[in-house]
């Protein structure tokens, strides 16, 4: 139930100085209110989401060509005939995809179809698989950005990790500012990749058709190495393999439709096309005029090193401004690549969490309205990737795809369960049409199916069997998560009327310093509390050289604390000293705790912490933490009849008030 409450800055809630800096690297914090504002269309859609996909054609059919290698110039012959049935692929995951984002307008992503169709087992698996999936773009699509670089300015080719990880705090930060900054943000390079590329394969394309299939290359690419294999069949399906990583993208608007304005679906079929559509004429115009210009892959770990895309725009344009142009927009767009995965695996991780496969700090919204949690979490685990593997594409493209593949086929399974749902119900479209869409979704799971069939057996060897250990370990994870919280809601379940067990006020210990204005405000809280109060000084907590102040204090409590409580007519409160032999502040507490409820027969018992509130940075250097240490410490081992009450005091609230209520 809304309670209504107007939220407001107090006059004295000034940001200190880490509030101010936060604020200005990430934004205003946000209102939930806003959060319709912060919805995107397919403007900001293609750069928020299809950044993946089109980064991937720089690196998909780069990925066939490197696998190639052994057959010298006889690669440029097969890397037609291996990019085709991926461009056909392509097209009935498109087909698929747009029927998925209709038939889930609100998340038609593999763990809600899975989940609503396939049962827990198959969502808990689709989860898995994306979430590694995601982890494994972040680092592949830096690395290939980085790569690029790397191709332009080779110099740069010691600083690779490095570079990497200065890439991925920037798209870091970018997206904990909000999917739609993130969106405008990175929207002018990737239409400027669209451009530059645009204009480069027309070019080579006319160039070819002018020349008769043998266009002169304006800076001619590497020499082709000589073949030391014949091809094999083997040899092209670890090809193919590779190369579809291409498409690891396509699956990225279904899963983030929470992030489009309404109506959502025109949106998210607006994006998905754009994708699609420039995503596959990049991989025909690339396989086309790699091999008219004789253009092959490079050994990455080698100096010299240039991409393919380097290779083709210098071939086609030349070293001039517009090569550096088109190859910073790539640098970008690879770069940024990262974003897809950015956008949507915050909202799977808030999706599974509220499942309660997560923990619950994955389903909690940040200051600017995004999954904070989900996006930290997700640079720190691609960081750690990236460093484990030198920030080198070829040593992490083995492990991609897999995940992105296995949600394909358990997304168009859930799918085809879902028509045959639609075709039983009455209230359901034609048979004609839910036939059509239960085809179209059929043959989109047999062919996702038999392609990763394909890519786990060809990578299996080279580094794939990793995320296949990777992603069952994660459900185990993700079902023990679940347990726990079954295991806590069962226990903290009450469906009986309020147990009043005890109704005596507490026995109320108030921990202390010296006689000052902190305690003053304590101990007026605890005899409001209870007649039964308890202060409770503890002496060489700083060590056996402290002095002792006993005699002080006691006088201190009789006249500032028995005499006017007397005064008004109440049980004054006692003081007890205990000595604190190992400096623990918690031990001696502790131990008089258990000895008040043995002697009080079980009465509860309340201790009060009087804390200073720090509000300067150097406060925290200046004091000791011994009532945060209390209130751990009180917590993890006090029993169940033990309260813990913090009273705290700020440096501006002066003299303490005088003590009326007591009369």
Same mark, same amino acid.
């Given at each position: 139930?809304?309670?209504?409450?107007?939220?407001?800055?107090?006059?004295?809630?000034?940001?200190?100085?880490?509030?101010?800096?936060?604020?200005?690297?990430?934004?205003?914090?946000?209102?939930?209110?806003?959060?319709?504002?912060?919805?995107?269309?397919?403007?900001?859609?293609?750069?928020?989401?299809?950044?993946?996909?089109?980064?991937?054609?720089?690196?998909?059919?780069?990925?066939?060509?490197?696998?190639?290698?052994?057959?010298?110039?006889?690669?440029?012959?097969?890397?037609?005939?291996?990019?085709?049935?991926?461009?056909?692929?392509?097209?009935?995951?498109?087909?698929?995809?747009?029927?998925?984002?209709?038939?889930?307008?609100?998340?038609?992503?593999?763990?809600?179809?899975?989940?609503?169709?396939?049962?827990?087992?198959?969502?808990?698996?689709?989860?898995?698989?994306?979430?590694?999936?995601?982890?494994?773009?972040?680092?592949?699509?830096?690395?290939?950005?980085?790569?690029?670089?790397?191709?332009?300015?080779?110099?740069?080719?010691?600083?690779?990790?490095?570079?990497?990880?200065?890439?991925?705090?920037?798209?870091?930060?970018?997206?904990?500012?909000?999917?739609?900054?993130?969106?405008?943000?990175?929207?002018?390079?990737?239409?400027?990749?669209?451009?530059?590329?645009?204009?480069?394969?027309?070019?080579?394309?006319?160039?070819?058709?002018?020349?008769?299939?043998?266009?002169?290359?304006? &800076?001619?690419? $590497?020499? *082709?190495? #000589?073949? %030391?294999? =014949?091809?094999?069949?083997?040899?092209?399906?670890? @090809?193919? !393999?590779?190369?579809?990583?291409?498409?690891?993208?396509?699956?990225?608007?279904?899963?983030?439709?929470?992030?489009?304005?309404?109506?959502?679906?025109?949106?998210?079929?607006?994006?998905?096309?754009?994708?699609?559509?420039?995503?596959?004429?990049?991989?025909?115009?690339?396989?086309?005029?790699?091999?008219?210009?004789?253009?092959?892959?490079?050994?990455?770990?080698?100096?010299?090193?240039?991409?393919?895309?380097?290779?083709?725009?210098?071939?086609?344009?030349?070293?001039?401004?517009?090569?550096?142009?088109?190859?910073?927009?790539?640098?970008?767009?690879?770069?940024?690549?990262?974003?897809?995965?950015? &956008?949507?695996? $915050?909202? *799977?991780? #808030?999706? %599974?969490? =509220?499942?309660?496969?997560?923990?619950?700090?994955? @389903?909690? !919204?940040?200051?600017?309205?995004?999954?904070?949690?989900?996006?930290?979490?997700?640079?720190?685990?691609?960081?750690?990737?990236?460093?484990?593997?030198?920030?080198?594409?070829?040593?992490?493209?083995?492990?991609?795809?897999?995940?992105?593949?296995?949600?394909?086929?358990?997304?168009?399974?859930?799918?085809?369960?879902?028509?045959?749902?639609?075709?039983?119900?009455?209230?359901?479209?034609?048979?004609?049409?839910?036939?059509?869409?239960?085809?179209?979704?059929?043959?989109?799971?047999?062919?996702?199916?038999?392609?990763?069939?394909?890519?786990?057996?060809?990578?299996?060897?080279?580094?794939?069997?990793?995320?296949?250990?990777?992603?069952?370990?994660?459900?185990?994870?993700?079902?023990?998560?679940?347990?726990?919280?079954?295991?806590? !809601?069962?226990?903290?379940?009450?469906?009986?009327?309020?147990?009043?067990?005890?109704?005596?006020?507490?026995?109320?210990?108030?921990?202390?310093?010296?006689?000052?204005?902190?305690?003053?405000?304590?101990?007026?809280?605890?005899?409001?509390?209870?007649?039964?109060?308890?202060?409770?000084?503890?002496?060489?907590?700083?060590?056996?050289?402290?002095?002792?102040?006993?005699?002080?204090?006691?006088?201190?409590?009789?006249?500032?604390?028995?005499?006017?409580?007397?005064?008004?007519?109440?049980?004054?409160?006692?003081?007890?000293?205990?000595?604190?032999?190992?400096?623990?502040?918690?031990?001696?507490?502790?131990?008089?705790?258990?000895?008040?409820?043995?002697?009080?027969?079980?009465?509860?018992?309340?201790?009060?912490?009087?804390?200073?509130?720090?509000?300067?940075?150097?406060?925290?250097?200046?004091?000791?933490?011994?009532?945060?240490?209390?209130?751990?410490?009180?917590?993890?081992?006090?029993?169940?009849?033990?309260?813990?009450?913090?009273?705290?005091?700020?440096?501006?609230?002066?003299?303490?008030?005088?003590?009326?209520?007591?009369?």
């Amino acid at each position: 139930m809304a309670l209504g409450f107007q939220s407001a800055k107090l006059p004295d809630d000034e940001p200190g100085p880490l509030e101010k800096f936060v604020a200005l690297l990430l934004g205003p914090r946000l209102a939930n209110r806003e959060q319709k504002g912060r919805k995107i269309g397919a403007l900001e859609g293609v750069p928020a989401m299809g950044l993946d996909g089109l980064s991937s054609s720089a690196y998909g059919p780069e990925a066939a060509l490197t696998v190639l290698m052994p057959l010298g110039a006889a690669s440029l012959f097969w890397i037609g005939w291996i990019m085709a049935p991926i461009v056909a692929l392509l097209l009935i995951l498109f087909a698929s995809y747009w029927q998925t984002i209709r038939a889930y307008p609100g998340n038609g992503g593999a763990y809600i179809v899975s989940r609503e169709n396939l049962g827990t087992h198959a969502s808990l698996l689709a989860a898995a698989a994306l979430m590694i999936d995601y982890v494994l773009n972040v680092a592949v699509g830096i690395s290939a950005g980085v790569g690029a670089l790397v191709s332009a300015v080779p110099k740069l080719h010691a600083h690779i990790l490095a570079l990497c990880l200065g890439i991925l705090l920037v798209v870091t930060v970018a997206n904990l500012r909000g999917t739609l900054d993130a969106g405008r943000l990175f929207a002018l390079p990737t239409y400027l990749f669209v451009a530059s590329f645009a204009v480069i394969l027309g070019i080579g394309v006319f160039e070819t058709v002018v020349s008769g299939g043998h266009p002169r290359p304006v &800076v001619p690419p $590497p020499q *082709l190495p #000589r073949a %030391v294999e =014949a091809a094999s069949v083997w040899l092209l399906l670890r @090809a193919f !393999a590779s190369g579809c990583t291409a498409m690891t993208g396509v699956e990225a608007v279904s899963n983030g439709m929470t992030a489009f304005r309404d109506p959502p679906v025109k949106y998210g079929h607006r994006t998905l096309t754009v994708i699609v559509v420039i995503l596959g004429a990049l991989l025909i115009g690339i396989a086309c005029l790699a091999r008219s210009y004789r253009i092959g892959a490079m050994d990455q770990s080698q100096p010299g090193y240039r991409s393919v895309l380097s290779q083709l725009a210098s071939a086609v344009v030349g070293n001039g401004v517009f090569y550096y142009v088109a190859i910073a927009s790539l640098l970008c767009v690879l770069c940024l690549s990262a974003n897809t995965s950015f &956008v949507d695996f $915050p909202r *799977l991780c #808030r999706t %599974v969490a =509220a499942d309660a496969f997560l923990p619950k700090a994955f @389903a909690i !919204a940040g200051r600017r309205l995004v999954y904070s949690v989900g996006i930290l979490y997700l640079a720190l685990a691609s960081g750690l990737l990236l460093f484990a593997y030198g920030g080198i594409t070829d040593r992490l493209i083995p492990l991609f795809a897999i995940g992105a593949f296995l949600t394909f086929t358990l997304s168009q399974t859930g799918m085809v369960l879902h028509w045959r749902r639609v075709r039983r119900s009455p209230a359901g479209a034609t048979e004609r049409a839910v036939r059509a869409h239960e085809w179209i979704n059929t043959v989109g799971a047999l062919t996702t199916a038999a392609a990763l069939v394909v890519i786990v057996i060809a990578k299996f060897k080279e580094g794939a069997w990793i995320t296949v250990v990777a992603i069952p370990a994660v459900v185990i994870l993700l079902k023990t998560i679940h347990g726990y919280y079954d295991r806590l !809601a069962s226990q903290v379940r009450d469906t009986r009327p309020l147990q009043l067990r005890d109704s005596r006020p507490p026995i109320v210990l108030v921990v202390m310093g010296n006689w000052n204005k902190i305690t003053d405000k304590a101990l007026d809280m605890a005899l409001s509390l209870s007649p039964d109060v308890i202060g409770v000084h503890l002496d060489q907590l700083a060590g056996p050289e402290e002095e002792e102040h006993d005699a002080e204090l006691r006088a201190q409590w009789v006249r500032y604390v028995e005499e006017p409580v007397r005064a008004a007519g109440l049980e004054p409160p006692r003081l007890v000293i205990l000595r604190a032999q190992h400096r623990a502040i918690h031990e001696p507490v502790l131990k008089l705790v258990r000895e008040l409820g043995t002697k009080r027969g079980g009465r509860r018992i309340a201790v009060l912490i009087p804390e200073m509130v720090r509000q300067h940075w150097y406060e925290h250097l200046l004091h000791t933490y011994h009532a945060r240490q209390l209130h751990s410490r009180l917590l993890a081992c006090g029993d169940s009849g033990l309260m813990i009450v913090d009273v705290p005091w700020r440096a501006e609230e002066g003299e303490a008030p005088p003590h009326r209520h007591l009369g």
